[in-house]
Nanobody
Framework: QVKLVESGGGLAQPGGSLRLSCAAS????????MSWARQVPGKGLQWVAG????????YYRDSVKGRFTISRDNAKNMVYLQMDRLTPEDTALYHC???????????????WGPGTQVTVSS
């Protein structure tokens, strides 16, 4: 059974940083691409960043390029999202998501965790 558990969210000031972590279990982690997606009340999941199964490639939505960095540790079944230069527009519930392919052309999700809240406010 796929299990994804996020941590690391909280309150940050504009311009600040947070590092999100996701612990994965219940599947062969190193075989699948992973992503982070975010959700604000009343809206659907918005894809934020994705990483191939072997970390050979990473992708970001335009609004976070140069500020966010996705990474993974296949030995520990962990995926991370380093978020720098945060803005109030980054406020959302952040979910770790699992793809069903190793190197997708377009990142999709077949599982996701409960999420960790990120609030950016002064």
């Amino acid at each position: 059974q796929v299990k994804l558990v996020e941590s690391g969210g909280g309150l940050a000031q504009p311009g600040g940083s947070l590092r999100l972590s996701c612990a994965a279990s219940g599947f062969m982690f190193s075989d699948f691409a992973m992503s982070w997606a975010r959700q604000v009340p009343g809206k659907g999941l918005q894809w934020v960043a994705g990483i191939y199964s072997d970390s050979s490639d990473t992708y970001y939505r335009d609004s976070v390029k140069g500020r966010f960095t996705i990474s993974r540790d296949n030995a520990k079944n962990m995926v991370y999202l380093q978020m720098d230069r945060l803005t109030p527009e980054d406020t959302a519930l952040y979910h770790c998501t699992k793809d069903n392919r190793a190197t997708p052309q377009v990142f999709e999700y077949d599982s996701w965790g409960p999420g960790t809240q990120v609030t950016v406010s002064s």
